[in-house]
């Protein structure tokens, strides 16, 4: 049996409190294209990457109290993120619901799972002895996929198999959930009801 007409799988929200002020639009039907402001070079460059490598489009621009910290504009970017693409799943029929990859990047390996179950989960296991990557605490990556995974619906799992560099295992991990997410998005031509024996996600 055909997919019925497909719908547009884009979201579009605002979030905005005392500590950040967020707009956001995401289409999980796109090219890769995007444009990113969260005033955070670094993490600038790995949403760049994951809208890239997930072929997602994404505009995000996010305001928030960086003379305070960066940890609430990471997390708040996790939370919006993750329910705009809740959002555009709308009721999921179609999609493959898994994915996972494995992402080399120099001497780092980062393995990433994810279940678009709609019970959030996250399993993170990264350890790194150097935890800088130049004013950017590598500890809000897990800050930041939490957020995401409590507001996606996703069981998310992310495991360090070996790197040194903090850069290459956050790009690693970065990617790595750009590609998993990705597959697991995914139409699949078998399939045109909801990939679940409960007949919901």
């Known amino acids: 049996m055909p997919h019925p007409a497909p719908r547009e799988r884009r979201a579009a929200l605002a979030r ?16 890769g294209q995007y444009e990113v402001a969260t005033g ?6 790995m949403l760049e990457s994951f809208a890239k490598h997930a072929a997602f489009d994404l505009r995000l621009a996010a305001k ?8 609430h504009t990471v997390e ?7 329910q705009a693409l809740r959002e555009a799943l709308g009721d999921a029929r179609g999609i ?9 990047m120099a001497e780092s390996r980062v393995d990433v799972a994810v279940d678009l179950s709609n019970r959030p989960y996250l399993v993170y296991r ?12 590598v500890s809000l990556v897990e800050d930041f996929l939490y957020a995401f995974s409590q507001n996606a619906g996703a069981d998310l799992h992310v495991e360090l198999r070996y790197g040194k560099s903090p850069h290459h295992v956050v790009e690693a991990i970065f990617k790595g959930l750009a590609r998993a997410l990705r597959a697991a998005v995914e139409l699949d031509p078998r399939i ?10």
Do not use: C, M, W
Request: proline share 3%.
């Open 192 to 201: 045109t009801d909801v990939p679940s024996v409960k007949g919901t996600l």
């Open 16 to 31: 905005k409190t005392r500590e950040t002020d967020i707009q956001l639009e995401l289409s999980l039907d796109g090219s």
């Open 96 to 104: 493959r619901r898994y994915g996972f990859f494995v992402l080399p």
């Open 126 to 137: 990264v350890d790194l002895a150097n935890d800088r990557i130049r004013e950017f605490d």
């Open 64 to 71: 928030g109290d960086l003379a305070v910290d960066f940890h």
């Open 40 to 45: 955070i070079a670094f993490f600038d460059h």
């Open 76 to 82: 708040d970017v996790g939370i919006a993120l993750g």
